[in-house]
């Protein structure tokens, strides 16, 4: 631990034993913050995608609620608006503001080397969120995030269970992948796992495009990939935001959304399951299945800088475990490489629960919540 850590570490120290020491009452509390010093803080410049979706926006909120003053922070958070270039500009910004850390959630994976090389150079320490990058792995001290690849399998072998049990045939199977950021993990991910299940069980992907992770773009691309492919019966849409515009975009078609692929419904699945709006199309039947992509990486971030700072070696990876949803009863669990992954069957009172633990920030021990 260099200088200035210590004497951060050590003044965080004394500001809370003094809070305890007086009872930590609200008020002494917050003259302790008052009293922190900006130079005592411990800067952490984040690079965040931008606001493309409602998992977007908690994922931020997340780590804005850890990386506060009263935790001894000063979080500089810049939104790249879906963006690498400005990614790009705000890592040199920070590494010319000197920060203690800098924190990356990389829209895409390609062409980071060189200012994760800057970044090096003047020994800033770079952690990366949420997304991966394509870069040599000692650019970067480590990375936590979701693993989109199984996330994609999970979501087929959900796909793949519904038809057998649906007696509905492989070959009757006609997939519209409404992708998300071309580039980003989690498109090459879910994308991978698709097309890997397509081949193994012979579904027809009758069409791919690019939704970019948004609620409008999914709306458009569905549109358009319905008027050019009629007997598309499956919409895998990358995210919930693109499948909300999907929804809507088959319902302005005069289809019917459904899981009712046999009496010509259009199925949608999708990944995420933040918003409750998708949990309640989940149990309204117009989505499917989601897979779950976990956002809640603040607390997972600010344990690794505190394993920095103190001098410890963080995980270089750390994965986050991650749900399924249905409102189908017959699927309760899927394998994907002899792991059993339960599907939560979504009720009224699983939406209300977890709407209720969002509220009051309570999510489970989510900083723990990794593999
Ligand atoms: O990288 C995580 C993905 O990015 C989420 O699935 C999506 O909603 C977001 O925009």
Redesign the pocket.
Known sequence: MNKKSIKRAFCMFLIMSLCCLAGCGARQEAEAVSDIKEDDLIVVGFSQ??S?????NV?SESMRSVFTKENGYKLIFEDAQQKQTNQIKAIRSFIQQEVDYIVV?PVTEAGWDTVLQEARDEGIPVIIV??MVDASSDLFECWV??D?ELEGRKMCEWLRWFCVKNNILAEDIYIADVQ??IG???QIGRTKGLEAAAEKYGWNIVAQADGE?TRAKGYEVTQQLLKRNPKINVVYC????EAFGAIKAIEDAGKRVGSNIKGGEIMVVS??G?KPEALQDVLDNSISCIVE?N?FHGPRVEAIIRKLQNGETPQKYEYVDEDMFSAHEEIESVVVDSKQYPVTRITQEVIDRRIMEFDSGDYGDQAENVY
């Open positions: 995608v931008g493309e979706s409602y998992w977007r994922n959630a949420d997304r995030g979701s989109f998300g950021t980003a993990s989690a992770f990358e995210n919930d935001d990944f995420d933040v992509c956002p």
